[in-house]
């Protein structure tokens, strides 16, 4: 009898969305921490706006989900408690503060981008409740698709620090 050849590995089904939380849980300012398919993130609502964000910082395993909110150049961040990176919460971006040589010494600048280091999920309401899908659903995304968070998204050690 003929062997068939093996089928080309399928890429992994694609889970649908999550509930974490009621609404109510989350009203303005105020933020969930929730574990979802093993991902550790943070949904915050701002501005009337539901966002959500790799809870663990891409630097270094730092509690990023139980950071300060901050504004840069009028985009929302939020604050590693650990080293103090600024990541924007609704496009991932991490922002640094430029330094210029003016009036004779060196003065803090513009703020600027060092690109999208910490993943960010779709987050929304329905019918009293908040979703979240996650944006990648492999463990070890493809090179192509790889956002540095991804390395500590799963991480029992790191994200417990969010979830006490
Ligand atoms: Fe270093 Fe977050 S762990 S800034």
Same mark, same amino acid.
């Given at each position: 009898a003929a062997t068939a050849e093996p089928a080309p590995e399928e890429p992994k089904q694609a889970p649908g969305p999550t509930c974490v939380g009621d =609404?109510? =849980?989350?009203?303005?300012?105020a933020r969930l921490q929730a574990k979802v398919e093993g991902r550790y993130v943070t949904v915050l609502r701002l501005d009337g706006k539901l966002v959500c964000i790799d809870a663990i910082c891409f630097h270094a395993g730092g509690p990023l989900g139980i950071g300060d909110i901050e504004e840069v150049n009028g985009r929302k961040c939020i604050v590693c408690p650990w080293h103090f990176y600024k990541i924007d919460v609704e496009s991932g971006d991490k922002y640094y503060q430029t330094m210029e040589f003016k009036e004779g010494k060196m003065q803090a600048g513009e703020w600027k981008s060092n690109g999208v280091r910490q993943r960010t999920h779709k987050a929304w309401e329905e019918g009293g409740k908040i979703y979240v899908q996650l944006t990648t659903y492999e463990r070890r995304p493809s090179h192509a698709d790889y956002v540095e968070s991804d390395g500590y998204a799963f991480d029992e050690k790191c994200g417990d620090r969010c979830l006490n």
């Open positions: =609404t109510v =849980t989350c009203p303005e300012g």
